[in-house]
């Protein structure tokens, strides 16, 4: 049971990607579902969280760091959840990964790696300046 996160590329400053996170061998539909990055020589750190859903409603949380650039957003009908990142710096560069919470929850959600599980390899993001 993993998760694939894809997407990545090399961008100019101040451009887009989108990075879908989608599984092998489960649906990712009933998870709470966290992005993460890492860049060389610093820790794992939280970027987003949506959690499950209610009746279509999600809860979702951004590092202040991305807020009002990225939003995570999830389309049951493909099992996949998207990370759309705008106005991209050169401090978000690193490796994005995505992982299911080990605790899911319909009302709320925190990007914190420990609580995190079922890691894939990643996609690697490069920001230009």
């Known amino acids: 049971v993993q998760l694939q996160a894809s997407g990545g590329g090399l961008v100019q400053a101040g451009g887009s990607l989108r990075l879908p996170c989608t599984a092998s061998?489960?649906?990712?539909?009933?998870?709470?579902i966290g992005w993460f990055r890492q860049a060389p020589g610093k820790e794992r750190e939280g970027v987003s969280c949506?959690?499950?859903?209610?009746?279509?409603?999600?809860?979702?949380t951004y590092a202040d760091s991305v807020k009002g650039r990225f939003t995570i957003s999830r389309d049951n009908s493909k099992g996949t959840v998207y990370l759309q990142m705008n106005s991209l710096k050169p401090e978000d560069t690193a490796l994005y990964l995505c992982?299911?919470?080990?605790?899911?929850?319909?009302?709320?959600?925190?990007?914190?790696?420990?609580?995190?599980?079922?890691w894939g390899q990643g996609t690697q993001v490069t920001v230009s300046s």
């Open positions: 061998g489960f649906t990712l539909n009933s998870y709470t």
């Open positions: 949506i959690s499950s859903s209610t009746r279509n409603t999600y809860y979702t």
């Open positions: 992982a299911t919470a080990v605790t899911s929850s319909s009302y709320g959600c925190y990007p914190r790696p420990s609580s995190y599980q079922n």
